[in-house]
């Protein structure tokens, strides 16, 4: 068997991966001269797609036959690289065995990995003899730069290569974007399966090492090896080459669902979004939106500086789009005066040069009109991506005439200039496969059309992540109860009121002089998570009489442990948090609190540490946010204070990752001149989760 030293990563960080998706030969252990069975499918494909290297049949039922089938590897006339494990799981770890005794430095396994192949079995072999595994429960691959389709199913042969390479942790959806859409076109598609020692991680870096790979898309359950994945993301955007997915395992019955599927362990979204927003990978919601975002990224052309602007023959579709761009905060470009006197110039009486344009009226001139109109709506210094919006369909002469003006106008732009269809049920396959001929993305669906160009749009605009100064601190074992939580939030620069804790009616007096009314008096009984919900809490204090009569009701009830706090001045509540995720690491959430958590449900995820320029920039996506700026005449409240808490935790939670599991700070109270912490709750990390 080979030495697992020939894993060892050579100088191209994918090419340890050749031997498995661009091999030198291939062998298909249990091909078959059956029509229509897997065996079949798995033969034909192989052999279809003008594979160079040798493709060598294994089965011992038609050994001699007219088609070249051999009864066994060791009857092979030279080892092969790849073996194709087309088997039933009872013959999985033998066939396995034979092939790494073979010599062969890759496998595909189609069959599930269930029963009898036990999965530490399957790993041991594959390890011990250097193989990289495709699977199990994959559906293969396709590497249509060499013409070689590893497939237990048949499938298109007319699939045209390009610049989209698709890692897909869902067979089903490979076949449904590589079986109906000829505009797509691929250089790879992979089916990971199960991913047993090979994951997305591992095919991602191999993608980002082809010279035809424009763009990579993934379908994702679940991220196996996060060290290697980030790093292979953040290796994709030092190449420029986007990353768009589609990630799946959302809600607890979508992630239990991926468990019983897979066996993946699905980690926390919001982290995840977050750690991926972080390198500039373009989330997207729909396969649709996955497959549009992956047409317009592979047609090459990066937007330009400035807003969208759109060509229609339409008003109401017209319409249509500007509501759906607002909604999607998407900008309008303006046009410059020279351009509006270029369009008019060709438009009929009535018409107006405005975005979006509407350039029909009774078709006299139309070709002209649309042409010139195109090409000085493209020639606009504030237009960034053209829209030539119709409902396009094939073999209409209308919409004939409106390609041959979008070809010609695309030819004088280094601009994106997309077509874009309202409805996306129209009849225009083969006319998308023409457009595409000449670099020209058709999108079906004017919202997953229009976020396909948001995704353009931000990758124009994506800047390096802006990383504090770094200043780790050593922490000491952190203490448990509120009193300790806020003590370490204010050694990490987080303002947190003035405060004493105290078990006897005399300390709790003698605490408030100290502090001076009016005070807050809160339990300190150990366990109680969520004071208020125990009737642990009295706000606004204003005397020692009050003060009196709230501690002996609490003492009775709670015990004697208490804090006495300084009352903050009455501002926005606000909260943040900490999450400690397992793969990606700590995260610090930003979000109104008190009872704006229930009328703006929203909130930012950041992955910690970061700078609190980028926790400001993340505070005014949200839309409470606006309670901060001045709302409706308010006097605007400290917002830069309430970033710069943010930040703080963030350096707090990255230096305390080991000690950390969760943290709530909720709430904070946004005043005009500062953010104060008002209360904390930690749940200390476990270490034998590390």
């Not at 009569?549 to 006495?564: F, K, S, T, W």
Request: glycine share 8%.
């Amino acid at each position: 068997m080979a030495d697992a030293s020939s894993l060892t990563a050579p100088l191209r960080p994918g090419a340890r991966l050749d031997p498995l998706l661009a091999p030198k030969s291939v062998a298909l252990l249990g091909a078959s001269t059956v029509p229509d069975s897997f065996g079949w499918a798995m033969l034909d494909m192989a052999r279809a797609g003008g594979f160079a290297g040798p493709v060598h049949p294994v089965n011992p039922r038609y050994a001699g036959t007219e088609r070249g089938f051999f009864a066994r590897l060791s009857d092979l006339p030279e080892p092969v690289e790849h073996v194709v494990l087309g088997v039933a799981n009872e013959r999985l770890e033998a066939c396995l065995t034979e092939a790494a005794e073979h010599g062969a430095k890759a496998v595909t396994i189609f069959a599930d990995g269930k029963g009898p192949a036990r999965p530490d079995r399957i790993r041991a072999i594959a390890r011990e003899a250097g193989m990289q595994v495709c699977g199990p429960n994959s559906m293969g691959f396709h590497n249509l730069d060499i013409g070689l389709r590893i497939s237990p199913f048949p499938a298109p042969k007319t699939l045209v290569p390009g610049g989209i390479a698709a890692i897909l942790q869902s067979g089903s959806i490979m076949g449904a974007l590589a079986h109906n859409d000829r505009r797509l076109r691929f250089n790879m598609l992979v089916s990971p399966g199960s991913e047993y020692l090979t994951t997305a991680a591992d095919y991602l870096d191999w993608a980002l090492d082809q010279k035809t790979t424009r763009v990579v898309g993934l379908f994702l359950e679940a991220v196996r090896d996060p060290e290697t994945f980030l790093a292979a993301l953040d290796r994709a955007e030092m190449l420029g080459i986007p990353v768009a997915m589609l990630k799946v395992g959302r809600t607890d019955l979508s992630r239990k669902m991926a468990q019983s599927h897979t066996g993946a362990l699905v980690g926390d979204h919001d982290v995840f979004e977050a750690a991926m927003r972080e390198r500039g990978v373009h989330l997207t919601d729909t396969v649709d939106e996955l497959a549009a975002t992956l047409q317009l990224f592979a047609m090459g052309k990066p937007a330009a500086p400035g807003a969208i602007a759109a060509l229609h023959d339409s008003g109401g579709e017209r319409e249509l789009l500007v509501d759906t761009a607002e909604r999607l905060s998407l900008p309008l470009a303006r046009f410059a005066p020279e351009t509006v006197a270029r369009i008019e110039r060709h438009l009929e009486p009535g018409l107006h040069a405005e975005n979006p344009l509407d350039a029909w009226a009774s078709g006299k001139n139309a070709e002209v009109t649309f042409l010139e109109a195109a090409r000085a709506m493209m020639d606009d210094p504030g237009v960034a991506v053209g829209l030539y919006v119709l409902d396009w369909r094939q073999d209409y002469y209308l919409h004939a005439m409106h390609a041959r003006v979008l070809i010609e106008a695309a030819k004088g732009t280094e601009k994106p200039l997309v077509a874009l269809s309202n409805y996306s049920l129209t009849v225009n396959h083969d006319l998308a496969c023409q457009l595409a001929d000449h670099g020209i993305a058709l999108l079906d669906g004017t919202e997953e059309g229009l976020k396909a160009v948001r995704h353009l749009l931000s990758a124009r605009d994506r800047r390096p992540v802006d990383r504090p100064v770094s200043h780790v601190r050593t922490l000491t074992a952190i203490g448990e109860g509120e009193a300790a939580g806020l003590a370490l939030l204010a050694t990490a620069g987080i303002d947190t009121p003035d405060h004493g804790r105290a078990a006897t009616i005399e300390g709790t007096v003698a605490e408030a002089a100290r502090i001076g009314y009016p005070v807050a008096l809160k339990t300190a009984a150990p366990g109680i998570a969520h004071k208020t919900e125990a009737q642990g809490v009295a706000l606004n204090l204003r005397d020692e009489a009050a003060l009196r009569a709230a501690y002996a009701d609490m003492a009775a009830r709670l015990g004697p442990e208490v804090i006495v706090a300084a009352m903050v001045t009455s501002g926005a509540e606000w909260s943040l948090g900490v999450i400690n995720d397992r793969d990606f690491g700590p995260a610090v959430m930003i979000a109104p609190g008190g009872v704006m958590v229930e009328l703006l449900p929203e909130r930012a995820v950041l992955m910690a540490p970061f700078t609190a320029d980028t926790a400001r920039a993340a505070i005014l996506t949200l839309r409470a946010s606006r309670l901060l700026t001045g709302y409706r005449g308010q006097a605007p409240l400290a917002l830069d204070a309430l970033a710069g808490a943010a930040a703080c935790l963030s350096q707090l939670a990255h230096d305390a990752r080991h000690q950390i599991e969760e943290m709530d700070v909720n709430p904070v109270i946004v005043t005009l001149d500062s953010a104060v912490a008002v209360d904390v709750l930690i749940t200390p990390r476990d270490r034998g989760q590390e």
